[in-house]
């Protein structure tokens, strides 16, 4: 998947001190960033277990991480160029670090919910940064080349060892151990920071725009919880409307504030060109499937086939080898082809996949179903991040870049959060009306070595999960629509053209 931080602006900067070292603290920074979005899905499971999750919280775990990340990474971005990029990266591997910790110890869903949020406010504020210190410790050409491609490496890679280690840990130690094991990372990574480089040329004028971070984030929040709610407590359900209504107006807020303040943290006028809008809302329709697939599937793996942990990581290889090779292709595709002729078709492939996931029943044979399925959907999703974020920095002002490329992650982030909600109510309302309270028939079936009561529970939580991939089948094909109707060639006027 793609790197969820802006592109660093060009800048002369002297060169790190040990530039292999500074090198290696940013990849590491990168690397435990992205693992972060998909480790935990492994555990997820043994997390529900443990704590006793219930299942319309589970989804929280995933969620609330994604909503903090996505909903403040262009705070994040703007802090490190107000008050600089170093300090504001070791702050934000502070916060990620002591999140961790708090997450392992948790004793409650909880805690363990606000462990994620404040791993995503972390995350927010290390993730832009880190890409902007390349800029700042690497002299253009060559040596900035090579630290870009091992970063997008760690970018790619991220996601992959994520979901092995998370399987390892998991299976091996305890599920706590996804959070502590981000402890002696965050911690070495802090002692490196000593070797980069931070100049005051590197900080601009301005201010951070507080308000839009609250009523943004704050309105996202409250939509997927309305959305959560809803669809365990019903949609007339008083706290299911008062959590509508302020996400109405919190959104709309937000808006009004971004149309009128001095230095907005979201420039409206990147919307302006149609193609760059189509880029945003495809990539939303992408993230929103992706994420329901990881949660779905793993759940699927673990509960109805009884894979362990680490079996459940390495099962997800033939997903990861799909995206790995559809995006090497991409890269190459790109140069003699336009965005949309090459991610429409993939999002139909992914499409393809996920109807194929949706015929999975409770005794589906990894190496004919499971296997080829999600290969199918990795190669269709892999294929459409090169040329959506081609789509997304075509054309912007040169100051606009980064926000252009951050935009872009966080409409993945926020994409996944809002298709998880819709998602596992979807997925909750299919498996109830087979089976009354499903999920906790199942739990009750295990407890009390029920067969009988668990293959019905097994069957019920199966048409929940297949009714969700089906879902997500729809919300590729909306992506495909607006791939081809809104994503245009950026020929040479459109890349020479600034945005309005």
């Given at each position: 998947?793609?790197?969820?931080?802006?592109?660093?602006?060009?800048?002369?900067?002297?060169?790190?001190?040990?530039?292999?070292?500074?090198?290696?603290?940013?990849?590491?920074?990168?690397?435990?960033?992205?693992?972060?979005?998909?480790?935990?899905?492994?555990?997820?499971?043994?997390?529900?277990?443990?704590?006793?999750?219930?299942?319309?919280?589970?989804?929280?775990?995933?969620?609330?991480?994604?909503?903090?990340?996505?909903?403040?990474?262009?705070?994040?971005?703007?802090?490190?160029?107000?008050?600089?990029?170093?300090?504001?990266?070791?702050?934000?591997?502070?916060?990620?670090?002591?999140?961790?910790?708090?997450?392992?110890?948790?004793?409650?869903?909880?805690?363990?919910?606000?462990?994620?949020?404040?791993?995503?406010?972390?995350?927010?504020?290390?993730?832009?940064?880190?890409?902007?210190?390349?800029?700042?410790?690497?002299?253009?050409?060559?040596?900035?080349?090579?630290?870009?491609?091992?970063?997008?490496?760690?970018?790619?890679?991220?996601?992959?060892?994520?979901?092995?280690?998370?399987?390892?840990?998991?299976?091996?130690?305890?599920?706590?151990?996804?959070?502590?094991?981000?402890?002696?990372?965050?911690?070495?990574?802090?002692?490196?920071?000593?070797?980069?480089a931070d100049t005051e040329a590197d900080r601009r004028p301005g201010r951070l725009d507080v308000p839009g971070a609250i009523t943004g984030t704050g309105g996202l929040l409250a939509l997927v919880h309305a959305i959560t709610r809803g669809g365990e407590h019903g949609w007339t359900d008083a706290l299911t409307l008062g959590s509508l209504a302020a996400a109405a107006v919190l959104l709309a807020v937000f808006l009004v504030l971004q149309s009128r303040t001095e230095n907005p943290?979201?420039?409206?006028?990147?919307?302006?060109?149609?193609?760059?809008?189509?880029?945003?809302?495809?990539?939303?329709?992408?993230?929103?499937?992706?994420?329901?697939?990881?949660?779905?599937?793993?759940?699927?793996?673990?509960?109805?086939?009884?894979?362990?942990?680490?079996?459940?990581?390495?099962?997800?290889?033939?997903?990861?080898i799909g995206m790995a090779i559809a995006a090497t292709l991409g890269s190459k595709l790109i140069a003699r082809h336009s965005p949309r002729s090459i991610a429409g078709p993939g999002l139909l492939v992914a499409a393809l996949g996920m109807l194929w996931l949706s015929l999975l029943e409770p005794g589906s044979p990894y190496a004919t179903h499971l296997a080829p399925a999600m290969l199918l959907t990795g190669l269709g999703l892999g294929s459409g991040f090169v040329p959506m974020?081609?789509?997304?920095?075509?054309?912007?002002?040169?100051?606009?870049?980064?926000?252009?490329?951050?935009?872009?992650?966080?409409?993945?982030?926020?994409?996944?959060?809002?298709?998880?909600?819709?998602?596992?109510?979807?997925?909750?309302?299919?498996?109830?009306?087979?089976?009354?309270?499903?999920?906790?028939?199942?739990?009750?079936?295990?407890?009390?070595?029920?067969?009988?009561?668990?293959?019905?529970?097994?069957?019920?939580?199966?048409?929940?999960?297949?009714?969700?991939?089906?879902?997500?089948?729809?919300?590729?094909?909306?992506?495909?629509?607006?791939?081809?109707?809104?994503?245009?060639?950026?020929?040479?006027?459109?890349?020479?053209?600034?945005?309005?």
């Amino acid at each position: 998947m793609p790197s969820p931080t802006p592109n660093p602006t060009p800048t002369s900067a002297p060169p790190a001190h040990r530039p292999g070292l500074a090198l290696l603290v940013i990849a590491a920074a990168q690397l435990m960033v992205v693992l972060d979005g998909t480790i935990t899905n492994i555990a997820l499971p043994s997390i529900q277990n443990d704590l006793d999750v219930s299942a319309a919280n589970l989804a929280w775990i995933v969620n609330s991480y994604a909503l903090a990340f996505g909903g403040l990474l262009l705070l994040g971005g703007r802090a490190g160029d107000l008050f600089g990029r170093r300090r504001m990266f070791r702050a934000g591997i502070a916060v990620f670090t002591l999140a961790s910790l708090l997450g392992g110890v948790a004793s409650g869903e909880e805690v363990l919910i606000a462990s994620r949020i404040l791993q995503g406010v972390g995350a927010a504020i290390a993730a832009p940064t880190a890409l902007s210190l390349i800029a700042t410790n690497f002299p253009e050409g060559a040596p900035r080349n090579k630290a870009m491609g091992v970063y997008a490496a760690m970018a790619g890679l991220g996601s992959t060892v994520g979901l092995l280690l998370g399987g390892v840990l998991t299976d091996y130690l305890d599920w706590r151990w996804v959070f502590f094991v981000n402890i002696p990372i965050g911690l070495a990574i802090l002692a490196g920071t000593r070797v980069l480089a931070d100049t005051e040329a590197d900080r601009r004028p301005g201010r951070l725009d507080v308000p839009g971070a609250i009523t943004g984030t704050g309105g996202l929040l409250a939509l997927v919880h309305a959305i959560t709610r809803g669809g365990e407590h019903g949609w007339t359900d008083a706290l299911t409307l008062g959590s509508l209504a302020a996400a109405a107006v919190l959104l709309a807020v937000f808006l009004v504030l971004q149309s009128r303040t001095e230095n907005p943290m979201l420039p409206l006028r990147l919307f302006r060109d149609r193609s760059r809008s189509g880029a945003y809302a495809t990539m939303l329709f992408m993230g929103s499937g992706m994420f329901a697939t990881f949660y779905f599937l793993t759940l699927y793996m673990q509960q109805i086939l009884g894979y362990s942990p680490v079996r459940t990581g390495f099962a997800y290889l033939s997903f990861s080898i799909g995206m790995a090779i559809a995006a090497t292709l991409g890269s190459k595709l790109i140069a003699r082809h336009s965005p949309r002729s090459i991610a429409g078709p993939g999002l139909l492939v992914a499409a393809l996949g996920m109807l194929w996931l949706s015929l999975l029943e409770p005794g589906s044979p990894y190496a004919t179903h499971l296997a080829p399925a999600m290969l199918l959907t990795g190669l269709g999703l892999g294929s459409g991040f090169v040329p959506m974020t081609l789509g997304a920095v075509s054309g912007v002002r040169p100051e606009d870049t980064g926000i252009a490329s951050a935009l872009l992650n966080t409409a993945q982030q926020v994409g996944g959060a809002l298709g998880l909600a819709v998602l596992t109510t979807v997925s909750a309302a299919a498996a109830n009306d087979r089976l009354d309270d499903a999920a906790g028939a199942f739990h009750q079936a295990v407890a009390s070595a029920d067969p009988a009561l668990g293959a019905q529970a097994a069957e019920a939580l199966t048409h929940g999960y297949t009714a969700a991939f089906a879902v997500a089948a729809a919300l590729f094909a909306a992506g495909l629509v607006v791939t081809w109707t809104a994503v245009r060639t950026p020929g040479r006027a459109a890349t020479s053209r600034p945005a309005d």
